[in-house]
Every structure is written in C-alpha cells, then in structure tokens.
T-cell receptor, first 118, second 112 residues
C-alpha cells in the first residue's frame, strides 16, 4: 500500500517553455504532498509543501512564481516549472504523507522526474 | 537544516550485518526518526521509522538509544543490492506539516 506514481519519469524541453510534473497517490488520500529537487551528487532539497485545497508553502529561496504547485484533489499534486532554463535541469521528486496513527506519519516517494532543459 | 549527523560513507561485506549510525542530539520528545535509502536515479525508499522503542521489519532493525540522541539502522545480512545512500531523518513536528528534511546521508557500499 501507500504507492505514489510520478510522471513523466524524464522530460526534455526547450528553454523558455513550461513543464508539468504529476504526482498521484494510487491507494490512499494524500492531503499533504511534498516536492523535492536533487542535483547530481547532492541530497534532496525540499522545495515546497503542497496541501489539498490551499496554497503551497514554499521553502526559503524557492520562487513560487516559477515553480507552480497545484493540489486540487486528494490524490493529485502537480508541479509546473514555468519558463524553464538550463539551470532548472534537475531530478524532481514528489512525496505524499499518510497517517499511521496519532502524530505517526508515513511518507512515500515517487520515482522522480529527470528534467533536462536545452 | 537537517537535524542529524551521519558518517559520509561506510563499507560492508556481503552477508554481514551493516550497522549505520546516526546522531540526533537535539531531537524533541515527539519527533520520529525515519530511515530511507536511495539508489542512484530513483526516489527514496522507506526502510523503517520509530519514536522511542526499537523497531524491526522485514528490511531492517532500528535501535534507538534510551536518551533518543542517537540511533542505529541494522541491515542483518547485507547484499550487493543494499548498496545505496542511507538517510537518517528526524521528522519535524509543530506546524511544519511534518516535513522531512534530508541531510547528506551515508553512502553504504556492500562488497562481494
């Protein structure tokens, strides 16, 4: 159980275009999802927290107008990289949180999306 | 910032137990310790998590010290497929929606 599906697994786009990445919880409802970015040989960096039906909470230094997050349903969150540039090329990973008990949460991760901007 | 400290790398012989340490000296009473691993170009895989008691599942065991300031992940019989980056994470509490902040992790290399 607690499976998250992330699509696409890789995408190549031209500089200046926008790219949308989807993150779906397949067998549970996820009121809270998270988006991470990972550069080569580095750890995962949290970009934002996505809450169903409300605005995302962005980490310091992450441009909210560039990385648009929509969490319109309990099973889907999307990350749109707008006006992509080569420096946005990275590995983007989503995560969904589920409840296992009072204050006891599980977190499952998608398989990631490799974005290359040319 | 990550609230944990892990050695950057460790080696282990195939078939032997791999013991991965983690220090989290500033952990609060209601904060859980999570362990994930990541194989190159994949999303992190959940291993185990715990609050204060030792935990065991089909993948590993988690030993948390009584003062909760450190923990050890034990892979009882390491295989080559266990080679990965292992992350020890203290889940933030309060109003931060319980986000997971990743540190640099430990690169575990299992040798034949």
């Amino acid at each position: 159980g607690a499976v998250v599906s992330q699509h696409p697994s890789w995408v190549i786009c031209k500089s200046g275009t926008s790219v949308k990445i989807e993150c779906r919880s397949l067998d549970f409802q996820a009121t809270t999802m998270f988006w991470y970015r990972q550069f080569p040989k580095q750890s995962l960096m949290l970009m934002a927290t996505s809450n169903e039906g409300s605005k995302a909470t962005y980490e310091q230094g992450v441009e909210k107008d560039k990385f648009l997050i929509n969490h319109a349903s309990l099973t889907l969150s999307t990350l749109t990289v707008t006006s992509a540039h080569p420096e946005d090329s990275s590995f983007y990973i989503c995560s969904a949180r589920y409840t296992q008990g009072p204050m006891n949460y599980g977190y499952t991760f998608g398989s990631g999306t490799r974005l290359t901007v040319v | 910032d990550a609230k944990t400290t892990q050695p950057p790398s460790m080696d282990c012989a195939e078939g032997r137990a791999a013991n991965l340490p983690c220090n989290h000296s500033t952990i609060s009473g209601n904060e859980y310790v999570y362990w994930y691993r990541q194989i190159h170009s994949q999303g992190p895989q959940y291993i185990i998590h715990g609050l204060k008691n030792n935990e065991t599942n089909e993948m590993a065991s988690l030993i948390i010290t009584e003062d909760r300031k450190s923990s050890t992940l034990i892979l009882p019989h390491a295989t080559l497929r266990d080679t990965a980056v292992y992350y020890c994470i203290v889940r933030e509490g309060g109003t931060s929606y319980g986000k997971l902040t990743f540190g640099q992790g430990t690169i575990l290399t299992v040798h034949p």
